[in-house]
């Protein structure tokens, strides 16, 4: 059979072999709404849990916006209009407003990278700036949170009158759902602040995992962290598979985000009856695959769904390498899941080594097998032991000496599919 994958601009199309029992995990959603823009201004104009935008920007002449970098489809051009229109009707200039490419630890944005982001026309005529957790001294100093996280964050927000995110909700692999105070830690975090809530503290957490929010100890201190930031205000939106909009969340941010990923969670998660032997999942195409940092991710939404001791192939194209030289550095040491693990276990926080933690967590469990054409075996250590350049040849080797009738999961879009084994 014929079985199609995202996989960067273009996609993939993979031959299966006979024999084994395919089920396709798709990711579900709510319908996309017919009135974007009406939904989008009735949100923003009718906020859970706040007074209306126009009312919270009275009076104040700055505004700081962060929104998602382009490793994310925030359909920016969609709910950035309507928001600045309520911040100028309400009085604040244009050049009172500064927009903020939450990078995290990501590189900065390019120009053109910006343009796609924002579209064209609030590109040129914003104040736009990227993000740079490592510039320390472009920073503002919190304090510490009560379990000892310090926080930093991007100075041009902290110093802004008011304080906004733009974003989307979907599962995400450690911190339950994305959105909202993402969108300030780690996005506008400094180094530092980073390095803590991605430390073996928070990774080894098994409540720190996708889906898991109610009492997922990394969320709560992102929590603690944007209320140190003074998060007034978000608007959130959740996305179909074709990344239209089918839900518009705005208003006071615990309160406006709790909404969108109770919406979430409902329109997105797909029950299997039980657990398959392998699986076979994207890293849902660009720009998520763009690099081998970010295209790990696609291993999480497999691993729920695979048995302990299955088998799981990524597809990701990495047209942009590795990632991070930190991250690269480690991937080219990688002598195995519990190798890693224990050489982390006590050692200072270096960045960019929570992607391989999880996934050698995973490794623990299940057996990974990797098809890209833009990292070669020797760049990832032990994970290039089942790396391959040749697509029939991953496949092959994820299917070798399977049982008879083995049942493999085909996930189209890796991480924006949401599954879990019934109950």
Request: net charge negative.
């Amino acid at each position: 059979m014929q079985a199609a994958f995202a996989f960067g601009k273009t996609g993939l199309t993979v031959s299966l072999p006979d024999g084994p029992r395919y089920s396709v995990v798709e990711g579900r959603s709510a319908g996309a709404l017919a009135d974007t823009a009406a939904a989008i201004c009735a949100a923003l104009d009718n906020p859970i849990g706040c007074r209306p935008l126009v009312e919270l920007a009275a009076g104040k002449r700055t505004a700081a916006i962060s929104v998602c970098d382009i490793t994310r489809p925030a359909p920016n051009h969609l709910t950035l209009p309507p928001l600045l229109e309520r911040l100028h009707a309400a009085g604040i200039p244009v050049d009172g407003i500064t927009i903020l490419i939450a990078t995290g630890l990501h590189r900065c944005a390019t120009t053109e990278e910006i343009r796609a982001i924002l579209g064209p026309k609030i590109a040129v005529r914003y104040r736009v700036v990227n993000h740079d957790a490592r510039a320390l001294a472009d920073h503002r100093w919190l304090g510490v949170t009560a379990s000892g996280t310090p926080v930093y964050i991007d100075r041009r927000f902290i110093d802004a009158e008011l304080h906004i995110t733009l974003g989307f909700i979907e599962p995400h692999w450690m911190l339950g759902f994305s959105g909202g105070r993402k969108l300030i830690a780690p996005g506008l975090a400094a180094e530092q602040t980073i390095q803590v809530l991605h430390s073996p503290r928070f990774m080894r957490e098994p409540l720190a995992s996708e889906g898991s929010i109610d009492h997922n100890p990394l969320h709560a201190e992102l929590l603690e962290v944007v209320r140190m930031a003074r998060h007034d205000f978000l608007l959130d939106v959740a996305l179909t598979q074709q990344r239209a909009i089918c839900g518009v969340f705005a208003g006071a941010p615990e309160q406006a985000h709790a909404a969108g990923v109770d919406f979430v969670r409902l329109s997105t998660r797909t029950l299997v009856p039980q657990f398959f032997d392998a699986a076979i999942a994207s890293a849902a195409g660009h720009p998520l695959d763009l690099t081998f940092y970010q295209s790990l991710k696609g291993v999480h939404a497999a691993h729920h769904i695979v048995r302990p001791g299955g088998r799981i192939l990524l597809l990701c194209e990495c047209a942009e390498g590795i990632g991070s030289p930190e991250f690269a550095a480690m991937l080219r040491g990688y002598a195995g899941p519990q190798q890693f693990l224990n050489q982390i276990a006590s050692a200072p926080v270096v960045i960019d080594q929570w992607q391989l933690e999880k996934i050698a967590l995973a490794g623990l469990r299940n057996e990974i097998f990797i098809y890209t054409p833009g990292v070669a075996p020797e760049q990832i250590g032990a994970l290039g032991e089942h790396c391959f350049a040749d697509v029939n040849q991953a496949v092959a080797a994820l299917l070798d000496r399977l049982p008879t009738g083995a049942r493999v999961a085909l996930i189209p879009e890796g991480p924006y599919a949401f599954a879990q084994v019934a109950e």
